[in-house]
């Protein structure tokens, strides 16, 4: 059974960075999409970035140019490097993965089948 476990995360002052790792366990490949969701209080969940399995990747607006995307095959983990952090980044992240191949990858989170506990991160003004 297919199971993401997260770590990381935490609070940092507006500017600091703050990294996020998930764990995948139960599968025999990293080649599906695979990406980090995340959900503001009294928000939706939005994409925040995403990898495919050829290893493109994309990335919110919002996080462009400050987040980075990575996924190490052989540990089967996925690690989301987060720079620059503004006080609207604070929100619940959340590592998903698909089930089934396809491309691009989806920013919608009903495309995704599994999903980790989340973690919390808070960048503070």
């Known amino acids: 059974q297919v199971q993401l476990v997260e770590s990381g995360g935490g609070s940092a002052q507006a500017g600091g960075a703050l990294r996020l790792s998930c764990s995948i366990s139960g599968v025999t490949h990293m080649s599906v999409c695979m990406g980090w969701f995340r959900q503001a209080p009294g928000q939706e969940r939005e994409s925040a970035a995403n990898?495919?399995?050829?290893?493109?990747?994309t990335y919110a607006d919002s996080a462009k140019g400050r987040f980075t995307i990575s996924r190490d095959n052989a540990t089967n983990t996925q690690y989301l490097q987060m720079n620059s952090l503004k006080p609207e980044d604070t929100g619940t992240y959340y590592c998903?993965?698909?089930?089934?191949?396809?491309?691009?990858?989806?920013?919608?989170?009903?495309?995704?089948?599994?999903w980790g506990q989340g973690n919390q991160v808070t960048g503070s003004s």
């Open positions: 998903v993965r698909a089930a089934t191949r396809f491309s691009p990858c989806s920013i919608r989170p009903g495309d995704y089948d599994f």
């Open positions: 990898i495919d399995g050829p290893g493109g990747k």
